[in-house]
């Protein structure tokens, strides 16, 4: 009944429907998504929403979130309106070395890779408009919040807000992937891209990396390529690297990986 009143009252009222509009278009930002909370600050309420929509003033884009008609918003405004409703989501993995400069073969439309902190299904108005792909694991064991919020940054020349791993973090979650959705190669040829790496913060995320074969490969592969002094990094910090025994497994594309404790 009140979803009745509502659409009738604003398809009598042009006057009212076309101010709501106007102030709608006029101050919500273009480029990116918005959803009912949004719409609610300007007093529409979600019958009303769906009634712009059947109107053809905004674009339902599935339940609780609209755009603009006709507005081809880009996939960091997406990735903005996403990170409000997704604890911890951020670009990580190979995409995060992309954005910093560290790439191999990257191509317009290579798969975007995001983390979040919680399980989550990327909606398809997003993966449709943009390839990717959500990682959730538990990778790290975080002994405070200033950790994680300070392996997560902006990159120069990206949006303001956007979350991006920091490469030493972003390199962990390369390697947590490695031979299973990101290939071993790839994972080599970037990690012999990287360069500077900042030894404390390193130190800290092997400290708190759960995963074994992550913590066992950036060692190995530090070792080989001389990415950091591996001995004095594991004299100042207590790395999680397992037993003192090999760590084997067989990775999708068959290759049997044998990693020492300590590279």
Request: aromatic share 10%; with cysteine.
């Amino acid at each position: 009944m009140l979803d009745w009143i509502l659409c009738y009252f604003y398809s009598m009222d042009g006057k009212s429907r076309h101010q709501v509009i106007k102030k709608l278009q006029a101050e919500l930002p273009r480029g990116a998504p918005f959803d009912l909370a949004t719409l609610g600050r300007f007093q529409v309420s979600p019958q009303l929403a769906a009634h712009y929509a059947d109107g053809g003033w905004l674009v339902r884009l599935a339940q609780g979130v609209y755009a603009f008609p006709n507005d081809e918003f880009g996939v960091y405004g997406a990735l903005k309106f996403l990170q409000r409703r997704v604890p911890g989501l951020h670009v990580g993995g190979k995409s995060a070395l992309a954005l910093q400069g560290v790439r191999h073969n990257l191509g317009s439309r290579d798969t975007l890779v995001l983390w979040g902190d919680s399980r989550y299904a990327l909606p398809a108005w997003f993966t449709s408009r943009f390839p990717a792909r959500y990682v959730h694991a538990h990778l790290f064991e975080w002994p405070d919040t200033s950790l994680a919020s300070k392996t997560l940054m902006t990159p120069p020349g990206s949006p303001e807000e956007l979350k991006v791993a920091v490469s030493e973090r972003a390199v962990l979650e390369l390697l947590y992937e490695a031979g299973t959705k990101q290939s071993l190669e790839e994972a080599r040829n970037l990690f012999d891209g990287l360069r500077s790496p900042r030894k404390d913060m390193l130190g800290q995320l092997l400290s708190c990396c759960t995963s074994v074969k992550a913590v066992r490969l950036f060692l190995t592969w530090a070792r080989e390529t001389n990415f950091v002094d591996v001995d004095a990094l594991l004299a100042h910090h207590s790395v999680r690297s397992g037993s003192s025994t090999r760590w084997m497994s067989r990775m999708d594309d068959g290759t049997l990986l044998s990693l020492k404790p300590h590279g």
